[in-house]
């Protein structure tokens, strides 16, 4: 291959809550194991870099660019860990503390991998569910009056940090006792409905057990994207992926604190630290449409923006890379075009641009690409 594009292939995650179907039936994979594909990591993170195929080889993409974001696919068929991240300075700040104490990367008490933040958006690529941010004190209020196991908690509520903290350091009796009120009460209500929290609450139930992590399926937003729409996760704004596939990108980072729903380590002070108690209104982001087939995601991340591509078949689509940019193949097949390059892409494949090239995509049947770019 000369300079310029690159075909490029990823590195597969295999963690206990992906789907088996998705990803493997994207990049063509027998899953004779029945293992679970979570994720799909295009980019150069040192747990999962991906690679290049230059003068016929096979190489790290890592040997020819150092890219501040990564692109994934997520297939998530069971619920994530409720989560946030810290913003850069944050990160920074705890990264060196936790070094001056000596405690290795990869202690299971380490929460600071990285001194970097790790702002995420997503692209729903069917209906997806997740958490996203705190509802209003209003309705907190109300929901706790509605739900008969959850009214003891109303002397409490004053303001949402303190009434979080409050929950976060409830002492496991009091847990265990409002939840087992709660598993009796969702035995007397309609849990088939994924738009509800009654539904996620008896998937933790079941999965978990009395996790203090199931306060938060109630008290922050229950959000419902449809495909092709988007949302952006902030530092800060509390978060858990429920269900549904997706493309995401993220800056580089691990950095991740912990409420529950997970084995892992949970630190309370550490989050509670760290957490954006303001309410939130989700902000469903839609595509804007640029051109005739390009549609853009447009967030505040510096690191990333996400472009969606689609082409007719027999039509063409000019562009000049004006950053390194990662493709992915979702749909169809097409032609990458330059003064010395020709080469075809497919479904479930993917390809590396570096900065300043001038090429076309020509697409050979109907065809749909995800395009990450630096802004």
């Not at 990285?114 to 997503?122: A, Q, S, T």
């Not at 509800?196 to 959000?223: C, M, T």
Request: net charge negative; charged share 20%.
């Amino acid at each position: 291959m000369s300079k310029g594009i690159f075909p490029l292939r990823g590195a597969v995650q295999h963690y206990a809550w992906g789907g088996k179907q998705f990803i493997p039936s994207l990049l063509s994979i027998d899953n004779v194991e029945q293992e679970p594909f979570a994720e799909y990591w295009l980019g150069v993170h040192h747990r999962g870099p991906a690679q290049i195929k230059k003068n016929d080889k096979w190489v790290n993409l890592d040997t020819l660019t150092s890219l501040p974001f990564l692109l994934k696919i997520l297939d998530v068929q069971q619920m994530l860990s409720i989560q946030s991240h810290p913003t850069k300075e944050q990160a920074e700040i705890g990264f060196n503390r936790e070094n001056n104490k000596e405690i290795p990367l990869d202690a299971p008490n380490r929460v600071f991998k990285d001194d970097n933040h790790k702002p995420e958006l997503m692209v729903a690529l069917s209906d997806f569910w997740l958490l996203h941010g705190f509802r209003s004190l209003d309705q907190i209020r109300q929901i706790c009056k509605d739900i008969p196991p959850f009214q003891i908690l109303l002397p409490h509520i004053t303001d949402i940090s303190s009434f979080y903290a409050y929950l976060m350091y409830l002492d496991e009796d009091s847990c265990d006792s409002i939840f087992e009120e709660l598993s009796a009460f969702l035995q007397t209500v309609d849990t088939n409905n994924k738009n509800e929290p009654h539904y996620w609450a008896a998937k933790a139930l079941q999965q978990y057990g009395n996790d203090r992590g199931i306060f938060s399926i109630y008290f922050y937003n229950l959000v419902h994207l449809n495909n092709g729409e988007a949302i952006y996760q902030e530092a800060g704004i509390p978060h858990a992926y429920l269900q549904g596939q997706n493309v995401e990108i993220m800056a580089n980072s691990d950095n991740v604190f912990r409420a529950g729903l997970t084995p892992k380590h949970v630190d309370i002070d550490l989050l509670l630290s760290h957490l954006d108690f303001t309410s939130v209104v989700p902000k469903i982001i839609q595509p804007q449409k640029e051109g005739s087939s390009l549609f853009v995601y447009k967030s505040p991340a510096k690191e990333f923006e996400v472009h969606y591509i689609d082409i007719a078949s027999s039509d063409h689509l000019s562009l000049v890379s004006t950053s390194p940019e990662c493709y992915f193949c979702l749909t169809g097949e097409v032609t990458i075009l330059t003064e010395e390059q020709e080469f075809t892409c497919s479904m479930g494949e993917s390809f590396f641009v570096e900065e300043g090239v001038s090429y076309a995509l020509s697409s050979i049947a109907d065809c749909s690409l995800f395009r990450a770019i630096v802004p």
